[in-house]
């Protein structure tokens, strides 16, 4: 069954540290998505993608955020300078058709020192 | 604001022992109401969409309902392996076609053997 798949599944870093998670979404999926779950809270919208660019992005995503398409295949989320409170679990979604259901991975978990 | 309120937060079955999640919602248009099963540390599982008013759906021992108020995941002799964090979102009308999922807390489902 073609899923997402997300690398790192743990990532630690260092406050003001750069990071980048990647996704790999279902092949022929046209939509993308990054969302995140901080612990003991709910899953939250950060960001969807379509066409090569952003449709929509919520709050959470300032200036520090960055999302790509580098190449057919990976979908990239990056922080730029990481702070304490951006510690959660990053998951990417994939969705077919416009109506469709969303499709998530099994998340990046990210700790910020 | 779109809202959902997922009840009770937590609840504890014995196995064989049917019981009903609840979702109650608050959009400006619904398109799309989404059950989801996450277990812990791990993505969110899609289960169901539901999109009007009446419309049920159903798989092995779940099967979801709609009004124009809530939803309900009806469980049906539960066995221990249904132990999970059941989550519920809705996708809203938005004149800028917004595509993001509001979701609930969850509900966090243990089967006792």
């Known amino acids: 069954e073609p899923e997402v798949t997300q690398t790192p599944s743990h990532q630690v870093t260092q406050m003001g540290q750069e990071v980048i998670l990647r996704c790999v979404p279902i092949s022929n999926h046209l939509y993308f998505y990054w969302y995140r779950q901080i612990l003991g809270q709910k899953v939250e919208f950060l960001v969807s993608f379509y066409n090569n660019e952003i449709s929509e992005k919520s709050e959470i995503f300032d200036d520090q955020f960055s999302v790509e398409r580098p190449d057919g295949s990976n979908f990239t989320l990056k922080i730029r300078s990481t702070k304490l409170e951006d510690s959660a679990m990053y998951f990417c979604?994939?969705?077919?058709?416009?109506?469709?259901?969303?499709?998530f991975g099994e998340g990046s978990r990210l700790t910020v020192l | 604001e779109d809202q959902v309120t997922q009840s009770p937060e937590a609840l504890r079955l014995q196995e064989g022992e049917s019981s009903s999640l609840n979702c109650s919602y608050t959009?400006?248009?619904?398109?799309?109401l989404f059950w989801y099963r996450q277990d812990p540390g791990k993505g969110p599982e899609f289960l169901f969409t539901l999109y009007s008013a009446g419309e049920e759906k159903e798989k092995e021992r779940l099967k979801a309902t709609l009004t124009k108020k809530e939803s309900f995941l009806h469980i049906t002799a539960p066995k221990p392996e249904d132990s999970a964090t059941y989550l519920c979102?809705?996708?809203?009308?938005?004149?800028?076609?917004?595509?993001?999922?509001?979701f609930g807390k969850g509900t966090k489902l243990t089967v006792n053997p």
């Open positions: 979604a994939s969705k077919g058709t416009g109506a469709g259901e969303l499709f």
């Open positions: 979102a809705v996708r809203a009308f938005s004149q800028g076609g917004s595509e993001k999922l509001v």
């Open positions: 959009v400006s248009g619904l398109r799309g």
